[in-house]
């Protein structure tokens, strides 16, 4: 099983910042990794694909990067909607296996 | 736009199966290209995938549900079905359905339900 591994678990933020998640696979997954967005009471949301693609109508302060084991979601300039939790998830091994990381809860400082 | 809802009973009683259908619109199950799925999350914690469903019926189940999870898929009705046996407290979540997109390298799930929450109590 591959396992992912975000950090932090939880960061405070202000307005403005630029901020970085971290997400760790257990084994090589290529490119094979997503980020998504869920803001409390809501439905997850696809932020990048890929790696690296910016899902269609997703500002471009969010970008993602890394390969292999280590991925990274930054956002640029954080603005008042970007309170949430992120999730990142590996792909790799679709569809015989799925795996989420825990989760970071970005908060407002 | 595709859209897609789920349906089912909100309160299920412990040993018995929860079950849950999402209703696809805005496009055709039976198009292919896409996997569909269900998702769920225990209140105040993460995602925890379930199973994915091919329109031709083909399924893939998370290992640790595998022996109590039935995914099904009704082509005419543009539905798929998740099917839980022996639930227990410990199912007690959010259940989101989802549209798994295909990109040459990942895939991802690009539209979702707005999840519906079961309890299971007596």
């Known amino acids: 099983d591959i396992q992912m591994t975000q950090s932090p678990s939880s960061l405070s933020a202000s307005v403005g910042d630029r901020v970085t998640i971290t997400c760790r696979a257990s084994q090589s997954i290529s490119s094979y990794l997503n980020w998504y967005q869920q803001k409390p009471g809501k439905a997850p949301k696809l932020l990048i694909y890929?790696?690296?693609s910016l899902q269609s109508g997703v500002p471009s302060r969010f970008s993602g990067s890394g390969s292999g084991t280590d991925f990274t979601l930054t956002i640029s300039s954080l603005q008042p909607e970007d309170f949430a939790t992120y999730y990142c998830q590996q792909s790799y091994s679709t569809p015989k296996e799925n795996t989420f990381g825990q989760g970071t809860r970005l908060e407002i400082k | 736009q595709v859209q897609l809802q789920e349906s089912g009973p909100g309160l299920v009683k412990p040993s018995q199966t929860l079950s849950l259908t999402c209703t696809v619109s805005g496009g055709s199950i039976s198009s292919g290209g896409y996997y569909w799925s269900w998702i769920r999350q225990h209140p105040g914690k993460g995602l925890e995938w379930i199973g994915y469903?091919?329109?031709?019926?083909?399924?893939y189940y998370n290992p640790s549900l595998k022996s109590r999870v039935t995914i099904s898929v009704d082509t005419s009705k543009n539905q798929f079905s998740l099917k839980l046996s022996s639930v227990t407290a410990a199912d007690t979540a959010v259940y989101y359905c989802?549209?798994?997109?295909?990109?040459?390298?990942?895939?991802?799930?690009?539209?979702w339900g707005q999840g519906t929450l079961v309890t299971v109590s007596s």
């Open positions: 469903i091919y329109y031709s019926g083909s399924t």
């Open positions: 989802a549209r798994v997109q295909k990109y040459s390298s990942s895939s991802a799930l690009d539209y």
């Open positions: 890929a790696a690296s």
